[in-house]
């Protein structure tokens, strides 16, 4: 039973003509509480909460933060010496200081392994363990699985004896001796594992392509992240990474915007393996070793807008394999040693259906003088070009194309397009029996 202090409202029943009315006398609305405070950290070489200059700073840092259910580290200017990625952890962000947060990858180092690596096992055996310090970050393969998701990728948390480390992370599959294994001092930048609801924002990451020990971009990349959710990239720069600069694998809802990729060994920027309802927007994809944007395995319902994609070594933009129901709007693809894009040669089971392209500007890519601006392979079924810019910015000696399409792309629509210096707009061939 209510005590009458603690009674707050009160009904009362008035005759009135007859009818009878209900007064209800309600207490003010509680004040709103005032939202949470997230934890915040500073990090520098010379001053802030934590002081250092390598990842161990750094990741010390994000952990402290993500320990408190969350908030921001923030990353003061200088050089900051990485020897293992920068770790990223659940609701989290890390925020440099644009154009003056620079993480610098350290030279790699390859050593064979003296013993076979087993499957499930959480430990190598090395010929030389002077290379690797505890907390490094290492890839471990052999000439029978040395790329893509066959690499075995770790951080070294003990040394067990003279040339035995324990890994954080069972090994994948077995690495034979016979079969050259090795370890490498190799890692991305900045990495994500798992991880949801966390953002990095204004970091110079220095790849040092030269020296550095390759990593592609199915374990690794300048940035990467691997079964992560809900997490941006925004105003980076990646440059000089023997890999991809950024590559984000089996993840939902990532956002990349304002990014600078330049001059990295691999593709720069590289969705892929399921990754479903990206947002890869003003970005600058420049002078990488492969493609601009390589579209992997199983990328759908992302939105690819006013990305520049300039003087890469591979095509502009390559896509392929059930890659469908994407928006690609407004970007600018220009100067690529290969097509602007190019589907990849897939069946209609494997197609990248449904993809559209509208006001791209698709210029002066291929070297090639009988080359088209897009070449589509393959059985890609409903694809939609329109109000494009498609072609050269100058006449050619030879003959070029516009749209080069298999047989078997059914259901092509290009409509409102401004071909310019192509001999031929659109290019279907024919079928054979």
Request: proline share 3%.
């Amino acid at each position: 039973m209510c005590s009458r202090r603690g009674k707050q409202w009160a009904l009362a029943a008035v005759i009135l003509t007859g009818a009878s009315i209900l007064v209800v006398r309600l207490s003010p609305a509680a004040e709103p509480a005032a939202p949470a405070a997230n934890a915040e950290i500073r990090v520098g070489i010379q001053e802030g909460d934590i002081r250092g200059e390598d990842h161990r700073a750094l990741q010390a840092a994000v952990d402290y933060v993500a320990g408190l259910g969350g908030g921001t580290v923030y990353i003061g200017p200088g050089r900051y010496h990485m020897r293992n990625a920068l770790i990223l952890r659940d609701n989290v962000r890390v925020v440099g200081v644009e154009g003056k947060t620079i993480l610098a990858a350290c030279d790699g180092v390859r050593v064979r392994l003296a013993a076979d690596g087993d499957c499930n096992q959480r430990a190598i055996t090395v010929a030389d363990p002077s290379g690797f310090r505890i907390g490094d970050g290492v890839a471990i393969a052999d000439s029978r699985s040395a790329s893509g998701f066959t690499v075995t990728t770790a951080t070294i948390t003990a040394k067990l004896d003279a040339n035995t480390f324990r890994i954080s992370r069972p090994l994948y599959l077995d690495y034979l001796v016979s079969n050259e294994a090795a370890a490498r001092l190799a890692f991305p930048l900045v990495g994500g594992w798992q991880v949801k609801n966390a953002a990095v924002e204004g970091l110079i990451l220095e790849g040092n392509r030269e020296k550095a020990q390759p990593l592609d971009g199915c374990r690794g990349g300048g940035i990467y992240l691997f079964e992560c959710a809900d997490v941006a990239i925004r105003k980076c720069t990646v440059c000089d990474y023997n890999g991809d600069g950024i590559s984000f694998q089996v993840s939902q809802r990532v956002t990349v915007e304002d990014c600078l990729v330049k001059n990295n060994a691999g593709h720069g920027l590289h969705p892929g393996s399921g990754s479903q309802h990206a947002i890869v927007r003003h970005n600058r994809s420049i002078g990488n070793g492969h493609d601009g944007m390589f579209v992997c395995w199983r990328v759908r319902h992302g939105r690819f807008e006013d990305n520049t994609i300039q003087a890469n070594k591979g095509t502009g933009i390559s896509i392929g394999h059930k890659d469908a129901d994407n928006l690609f709007r407004d970007n600018r693809i220009t100067a690529n040693d290969s097509a602007g894009i190019t589907f990849r040669n897939e069946s209609e089971a494997m197609g990248a259906h449904r993809n559209r392209f509208e006001k791209n500007v698709i210029l002066d890519n291929g070297r090639a003088p009988s080359g088209a601006s897009i070449v589509i392979n393959g059985e890609h079924h409903d694809l939609v070009f329109h109000k494009n810019v498609i072609g050269y910015s100058k006449p050619l000696s030879g003959a070029s194309t516009g749209v080069r399409a298999s047989a078997s792309a059914k259901g092509l629509k290009a409509d409102e397009n401004d071909f310019r210096n192509v001999t031929t707009r659109i290019e279907v061939a024919t079928k054979r029996d």
